[in-house]
């Protein structure tokens, strides 16, 4: 093989080096420099071409009416919730990165998706984790069908491509991507520009055979997957697993998905049979309270196509130190940061002297705004020690100046309360039904801060 040419580039500018230093001269960033494969021009214009779908080779311009005939061509895995998160199925020749923190389950989910495959769809497993010994013995722990799967301890991705092509899987699973390496590059294996060539790779061969490629990925410290975010550029869905450590549940989140809708969310329990589905999730993420405790609110979030109940819970407590903690679990930090803000200035509780906690109950993150109105509440129930009342339950998004907006499904999310008898909504003036009730549950609706807080407390 000819010695292929390498640069190093600044991840930041773009500016490129034929040697490694520490920092960019163009633009000054520290450590921003990682080594990629310098393509001649003419192979990168068959990579580029290689890189699109089938068909596309020939390049001729036509009416998108004469080619919308053709759709993807989608298989369900018959794992229900994982199907929900794909968008419908897994569709031929996509790419899907997989990311989780370690031992949250994602080497069990995709051994169990080639196992339900089965014989529709034939699967090789590529580990570069695990023995082989120790992949068959948890296939044969779960009791799953192991007969038409395939497995191969390897790294580097020439000799994983070798295999691929004589075997021809239809499914294509690497755990994980951080271990694999290409030839072609001098860098260690798990840096930036091996995980990106790699994938690379990878994604060429899925457009060209047609290929599912199922990509496990590492998640850094911040959150994101390890390796650099042109990873969630190159595939066509990005799903993140969440769940906390001491809860069986586990969610699985699409980041992005070409194919389908994105923060759509499936839910699946841990047992000892490996990751069973939920598909009734909505009020699994309440905590069991008998009686009203102060600081806690519940709220109805909408990720992706379906509503669920969430608890939000909250612990202000006076601070010994000079600058108070503020820590978010499941939620944005700085978000907390500005919710605290808008707290003091329209709702009048001041917490610039106290410990600030608050957590999504379930390990789940919430990222819509929707939250805002809850934390809020939470956040005062905790303040005051007051609870809320019982059976009720908040959606909304704070604005700097105190006001309340709305979010979108207003409706269906209240009607998912009433569907669990809620008594109590707190809810965004414009999101309210001109009715003020759906079956027992009488609807709250809201301008301001002010007014939440009334509704929630009753008037001072
Ligand atoms: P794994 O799929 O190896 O996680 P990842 O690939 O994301 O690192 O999951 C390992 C964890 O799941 C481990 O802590 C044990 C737990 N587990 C069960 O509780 N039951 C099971 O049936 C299996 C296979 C794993
Ligand atoms: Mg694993």
Known sequence: MAKTKTAYVCADCGADYPKWQGQCEACGAWNTLSEFVLQPAKSAAGNARGAGYAGVDA??????????????RRHLVRIGELDRVLGGGLVEGSVVLVGGDPGIGKSTLLLQTLAALGQRLSGLYVSGEESLAQIAARGHRLGLLLEPIKALAETCVERILEHAISEKPRVLVIDSIQTIWTETLTAAPGSVSQVRESAARLVR???????????????????????????????????????????????????????????????????????????????IFLSAHTAPTAGSAVMVTREGTRPLLVEVQALVDQSSLGNPRRVALGLEQNRLAMLLAVLHRHGGAAVYDQDVFVNVVGGIRVQETAADLPVLLAVLSSFRDKPLPEKTVAFGEAGLSGEIRPVPNGEERLREAAQHGFKRAIVPKANAPKKLRIGELEVIAVERLRGAIDAAFGAV
Do not use: W
């Open 59 to 72: 390049s001729s311009v036509q009416p998108l009416t004469q080619i919308a005939g053709e759709m993807e």
């Open 205 to 283: 061969f899925a457009k060209e055979t047609g290929t599912c490629v199922f990509l496990v990925g590492h998640v850094t410290k911040e959150g994101g997957i390890a390796g650099p975010r042109v990873l969630e550029h190159m595939v066509d869905a990005v799903l993140y697993f969440e769940g906390e450590t001491g809860s069986r549940f586990r969610v699985l989140r699409a980041f992005k998905n070409r194919f389908g809708a994105v923060n759509e969310l499936g839910v699946f329990a841990m047992s000892d049979k490996g990751l069973r589905e939920v598909p009734n999730p909505s009020a």
